[in-house]
């Protein structure tokens, strides 16, 4: 499974972005997929997902009230909208999904497939 990641670049404080995850194979249905983000120097952290067969999502309370998460079943995608950026949102995005369930669809080491990485950048 491949998943192939576009969307990102350099913003204005205050702007929005939509990055997006194109699963390669099957239906995005069957996939729980998740977005990360890892900032200069620091681990990779969790921001969000969305349950196979989109049953439910969960945020970061972080990112929860400017991130959002949703599933374009047209493209057979992923996307993530964020809203209101701030400085502090920049880092390289990633996409990820497991190979099969999950318990915690927080941690960094249950994921098995990663995208290529985006980066944001938001400065003034």
């Known amino acids: 499974v491949e998943l192939v990641q576009s969307g990102g670049g350099s913003l204005r404080p205050g702007s929005s972005v939509t990055l997006s995850c194109l699963v390669s194979e099957g239906s995005i249905a069957s996939y729980t997929v998740a977005w990360f983000r890892q900032a200069p120097a620091k681990k990779r952290e969790f921001l969000c997902s969305t349950r196979w067969g989109g049953a439910s999502t969960n945020y970061d309370d972080s990112v929860k009230e400017r991130f959002t998460i949703a599933r374009d079943n047209f493209k057979n995608a992923v996307d993530l909208r964020m809203v209101a950026l701030e400085p502090e949102d920049t880092a390289v995005y990633y996409c990820?999904?497991?190979?099969?369930?999950?318990?915690?669809?927080?941690?960094?080491?249950?994921?098995?497939?990663w995208g290529q990485g985006s980066q944001v950048t938001v400065s003034s």
């Open positions: 990820a999904a497991p190979l099969g369930s999950l318990q915690d669809d927080t941690a960094v080491g249950r994921y098995d497939y």
